[in-house]
């Protein structure tokens, strides 16, 4: 978790209220990802960005928006959570994309909603 | 059906056994295979990355690759306690995102 950092940590809210949670680092590496993960289903992509202000879709980023004004800090909102965004979520952080990616992942946010 | 199928487990074994944990694929085009590892409430760190078939060693862990059957494992030997974690599997093609397998949690008893 070295260099990677996730506030807040645990965070229980109520269904129709917005939600963010920050990642920030200090490796200055260029890529960042939001995961969910859940039993069952494993680690999924939400979004990513490879760039300030550059970002780009994954496989779940449905009732999620993302956010990177500085390399060191990606945002997730979920504009109005529901019962289904109910998860742990991770970023991770990668300094190339392809091939021989290797992500670093933060340690986590864990996330209720009621 | 999921592109990347494992064993939730969990798998329980005693202090010094060798671990066999497996995950099986079925997108042809993965080239690329990692292994890590998460401890309860942690985020998951790298153990191994491999890109071909055959075997890599790394200490106690062993990451082998059969890309013609579509299946890959990580050994681990002299288990210990310390080892006790869930194994995730990913893998990638050239140029696709990283997809995971959902984990194997191990319990090594003392």
Not at chain 1, 19 to 25: I, M, P
Not at chain 2, 44 to 64: C, H, I, V, W
Not at chain 2, 84 to 93: E, F, G, K, N, P
């Amino acid at each position: 978790d070295a260099g990677i950092t996730q506030s807040p940590r645990h965070k229980v809210t109520e269904t129709g209220t917005p939600v963010t949670l920050r990642c920030h680092q200090t490796e200055n590496h260029r890529y960042m990802y939001w995961y969910r993960q859940d039993p069952g289903h494993g680690l999924r992509l939400i979004h990513y960005s490879y760039g300030v202000k550059d970002t780009d879709k994954g496989e779940v980023s449905d009732g999620y928006s993302v956010s990177r004004s500085k390399t060191e800090d990606f945002l997730l909102t979920l504009e109005s959570a529901t019962s289904s965004q109910t998860s742990v979520y991770f970023c991770a952080i990668s300094d190339q994309r392809g091939p021989t990616d290797t992500q670093y992942f933060g340690p986590g946010t864990r996330l209720t909603v009621l | 059906q999921k592109e990347v199928e494992q064993d939730p487990g969990p798998l329980s074994v005693p202090e010094g056994a060798i671990v066999s944990l497996n995950c099986t694929y079925s997108n042809s085009a993965f080239q690329y295979f990692m292994w890590y590892r998460q401890y309860s409430r942690k985020g998951p760190e790298l153990l191994m990355y491999t890109y071909s078939s055959g075997n890599k060693e790394d200490g106690r862990f062993t990451a082998q690759v059969d890309k013609s059957s579509k299946y890959i494992s990580l050994f681990i030997r002299d288990s210990q306690p310390s080892d006790s974690a869930t194994y995730l599997c990913a893998m990638r093609s050239t140029a696709s995102k990283l997809t995971f397998g959902t984990g194997t949690r191990l319990q090594v008893t003392l």
